[in-house]
């Protein structure tokens, strides 16, 4: 998914194919290291592990186990390409999660528990928006209000583990799709679908290139006349609402809300995204590369958990490819100035 | 060519008044543009001619007076507004996203759609088209960033094409374009004006205002000095209508920067063999008390590489520094400051002054440094310094309290210019100082260097203004490809020579 998918052949004359692919999809660099990386952990570890590894049940759970995850690094995919951060998506996740148990709990019907829970993530979202854009808050303080607000709304909520009894909700995971040995739940579906979705709208709406050129210079976006400031609000909204939307797979994936899920997790859908190749500064980057690093992210945690190694080798290996990347990362931005 | 009168006006400003706290930034300024016409817009800095723009483009509220556009009376909130009436604006520094492709960055906004998305295709198409209008022959696919600011220049202009705009609004698009790039450009703009597109030129070079205007508008301290068609406005009434005195000013300078200079004794500072791979081969260079020495080169030829690694700013890896003949290490600027070296940058904004603190903090700042952070600078200390500065330099507003941020590139250098002067250096190291201010603020620096060399500051003085290099320095290294290829004696010398040698000089033979 490139933003110039039309053709790719060289021209004619002039620069090299190489030249002419590098200077059109330089930034999509960070992103094939992402790919390298994966096949790299797979090829490793089917290696190591005998052949046991690359299986279709494997592949098939890394999906599984990481839906909720990967909904997250979508819409932190939005704020970041902006040049902005969201910390509060774990606990919007944790919020909507409980919110909607507590509601199916008390006889609210799904079809109105589950639009509850995606605008209660997509109104703390517009908060922090509101904040960041209006009150020229820094995102980072901005969402940390959100993490802060969203964990304490999922205490008033209930302070302990709500199970879900709803069959509506519970059939999105139990379900499962199969071709042979592979398999996929309605819980992948929907974060297969929301990374659709999202590139659809980063790549084909002015809206998604907007978020492009705020992250680029945000003052240059304002001043070609682009809707910035709305832009900029949804992009949190996006993000709080795809915090709705995880809380409500992670809802299905364990069976009950619980006001502790997701502690930290929004840290983990940052590294997923910076893993995968979308520049922290912004206006660099793909939601494709985003579902790459949750893939890369949760095949270390499922090859760790093979090994029966301890899970802090996890943190460290997340945190040592989090540095490379940045490393890298860093090497491309200043290698693109001093193009200049 | 110049469009005659009986055209009606696409842009009308009548009796615009804008005040910003304390002062009176546009006085009653009235401003006419036609279609079909470059008009220039002329004033030292701090005159009001970015005011008068961004009150155009709906950056700035007026306070007062009218905006016709197209016959239309109009008041334009944010550049959105004036871009939609056809008014579309390239600043000095590109605003466009380096981060996308050229095409991207001409259409952003405008793509064509189907079927509820983005078609790239035609929107390469048309991005590609737009470009050949304006002969750009570049893959409208490449990223913005791997192309030069003059090219980025290009885009810019075809994106308010793009937008269709009727009016053009170009501020300071030459700054840092080369001899080529600005042919280019000026092709464009010629094209443009063919085309009936009204364009509004902003630029501090005289020959490039004299080479493409039709028109002349000149303002002076926020107020309208006249409109001039340009054949009726020779360039030495241009310049005294811009700066309302005579040039005498320039005039005295020449004789005292031809004082003799005692090269007998110790020299303040003397570099040995300075160099670093790939930056500098070794070089040599004295400069003794009182002397200004100037170093001339084209851009990029090792000028600021040499003061850079004099000052300690960069690590040398050649060579050795002398100060007041003792051998000094200069490793950091810290150990330069030690050493009584101040080192002003040519990229004023980023290395320079802090926009954001007054202009008492930041002539204090340089104080402070040599102070260390332990010992403050006693408050009545500090306004004497400033207010003495401020004096001294002619920093407009005169009021050591406003944000530096809010003044003008003139002043920021001459706020910068005190901060470095208050630390009471032996060696000041000044890197184009003058670039990209006006006249006014150019004759007082120059006059300031002048006067405290005759005092017995040595100044290392650094700009792309041979004629100033000239007037200043009584002697000049010559920089070529990041090798030193010799000095002149500035009084042997005279503007001609200097480029020849610059141009010539030195084959074979190292300095």
Redesign the interface.
């Known amino acids: 998914m490139t933003?110039?998918?039309?053709r790719t052949e060289s021209?004619e004359s002039g620069p090299s194919f190489l030249q002419?692919f590098v200077?059109?999809h330089?930034?999509m660099m960070p992103t094939f290291a992402a790919v390298a990386i994966l096949l790299v952990l797979f090829v490793g570890a089917e290696i190591f592990l005998r052949g046991d590894f690359i299986t279709p049940r494997n592949i098939s759970a890394l999906l599984l186990d990481n839906a909720y995850l990967l909904v997250l690094a979508v819409g932190m995919t939005f704020v970041i390409l902006t040049g902005g951060i969201d910390l509060s998506v774990g606990s919007v996740m944790a919020f909507s999660g409980i919110l909607g148990a507590k509601l199916l709990a008390e006889g609210v019907p799904a079809f109105v528990a589950v639009p509850a829970m995606l605008l209660g993530g997509a109104a703390i979202g517009l908060m922090i928006g509101i904040l960041v854009q209006y009150f020229n808050v820094q995102p980072f303080i901005a969402s940390l209000a959100g993490l802060f607000l969203g964990r304490g709304l999922a205490y008033v909520v209930s302070l302990s583990s709500i199970k879900v009894e709803e069959p509506g909700i519970l059939w999105l995971q139990s379900t499962r799709i199969r071709l042979g040995d592979w398999y996929i739940t309605p819980t992948g579906l929907i974060a297969l679908g929301a990374v659709a979705v999202a590139a659809?709208v980063l790549?084909?709406?002015?809206f998604g290139?907007?978020i492009?050129?705020i992250?680029?210079?945000e003052?240059?976006?304002?001043?070609?006349?682009?809707?910035v400031a709305r832009a900029k609000v949804m992009a949190y909204v996006i993000s709080g609402l795809c915090g709705g939307l995880a809380g409500l797979v992670l809802t299905a994936y364990s069976g009950a809300g619980y006001p502790r899920n997701g502690i930290g997790t929004e840290l983990d859908a940052i590294a997923a995204v910076v893993i995968g190749g979308t520049i922290l500064t912004g206006?660099?980057g793909y939601v494709i590369g985003s579902m790459i690093g949750v893939f890369v992210y949760g095949t270390i945690k499922t090859i760790i958990s093979f090994m029966g190694a301890e899970q802090s080798w996890m943190q460290i290996i997340v945190g040592a490819l989090l540095l490379l990347f940045i490393v890298v990362q860093r090497a491309i931005v200043a290698r693109?100035?001093g193009?200049? | 060519m110049p469009a005659d009168n009986e055209v009606p006006p696409i842009v009308e400003m009548r009796g615009i008044t804008i005040r910003f706290p304390g002062v009176l930034a546009l006085d009653n300024v009235d401003f006419t543009l036609r279609p079909g016409e470059v008009h220039s817009l002329m004033g030292e800095n701090g005159a009001g001619k970015s005011t008068l723009i961004k009150a155009l483009t709906g950056v700035y509220a007026i306070d007062s007076g009218t905006i016709t556009v197209a016959g239309e009376q109009r008041t334009f909130h944010?550049?959105?507004d004036a871009?939609?009436a056809g008014i579309s604006?390239v600043?000095q520094e590109v605003?466009?996203?380096?981060?996308?492709?050229v095409g991207?960055n001409v259409m952003?906004?405008h793509?064509p759609?189907r079927a509820?998305?983005?078609d790239?295709?035609a929107t390469?198409r048309e991005a590609a088209r737009h470009m050949e209008s304006l002969g750009l022959a570049i893959?409208p696919?490449?990223?913005l960033?791997?192309?030069?600011?003059a090219i980025q220049q290009l885009v810019a202009i075809i994106?308010a094409m793009v937008?269709e705009a009727k009016v053009l609004i170009l501020d300071e698009p030459t700054s840092s374009l080369d001899r080529g790039e600005v042919d280019q450009l000026f092709a464009v703009i010629r094209d443009l004006r063919a085309k009936g597109v009204a364009i509004l030129f902003v630029s501090h070079f005289l020959d490039q205002v004299y080479e493409i205007s039709d028109r002349i508008t000149v303002l002076r301290n926020g107020a309208l000095v006249g409109e001039h068609p340009i054949e009726e406005l020779p360039r030495d009434a241009l310049v005294t209508k811009m700066i309302g005195r005579e040039l005498e000013d320039l005039a005295t300078l020449e004789k005292s920067s031809h004082r003799a200079i005692d090269r007998t004794g110790t020299p303040v500072v003397k570099a040995e063999g300075l160099g670093k791979r790939g930056v500098l081969e070794p070089a040599d260079l004295e400069i003794y008390e009182g002397e200004v020495v100037g170093i001339a080169g084209l851009l990029g030829s090792g000028r600021t590489e040499l003061v850079r690694l004099l000052y300690g700013a960069d690590r040398p890896d050649a060579g050795q520094v002398e100060v007041q003949g003792a051998p000094a290490k200069v490793h950091s600027p810290r150990h330069a400051i030690d050493h009584r070296i101040s080192f002003s940058s040519e990229n004023r904004r980023e290395e320079g002054v802090v926009a954001d603190l007054t202009v008492a903090e930041n002539i204090v700042l340089g104080m402070q440094a040599r102070q260390g952070w332990m010992r403050k600078v006693p408050k009545k200390d500090q306004d004497a310094v400033v207010a003495e500065y401020i004096e001294a330099l002619g920093v407009r507003p005169a009021n050591p309290n406003a944000l530096v941020g809010n003044l003008s590139g003139g002043n920021q250098q001459k706020v910068l210019l005190a901060r470095w002067l208050a630390t009471a250096p032996e060696l000041l190291i000044l890197d184009e100082p003058t670039r990209g201010i006006d006249v006014g603020a150019k004759a007082d620096i120059q006059k300031k260097v002048s006067e405290l060399s005759s005092q017995g500051l040595s100044v290392i003085f650094i700009s792309s203004e041979l004629e100033e290099v000239l007037r200043l320095a009584q002697r000049v290294a010559v920089m070529r490809d990041r090798r030193k290829i010799g000095e002149l004696d500035a009084t042997q010398v005279d503007l001609d020579g200097l480029i020849d040698y610059i141009a010539n000089a030195g084959e074979g033979s190292a300095a």
């Not at chain 1, 933003?3 to 039309?6: E, F, G, Q, Y």
């Not at chain 2, 605003?95 to 492709?101: E, P």
């Open positions: 933003a110039m998918a039309t021209r002419t200077s059109r330089g930034s659809f790549h084909l709406t002015r290139r907007t492009y050129a992250g680029g210079s003052q240059s976006a304002r001043l070609m006349g682009l809707k206006g660099r693109s100035e193009r200049r | 944010t550049a959105a871009q939609e604006t600043y605003n466009l996203c380096a981060n996308l492709t991207e952003l906004g793509e759609r509820g998305g983005i790239w295709r390469q893959d696919r490449s990223m960033a791997s192309h030069s600011i994106r937008l």
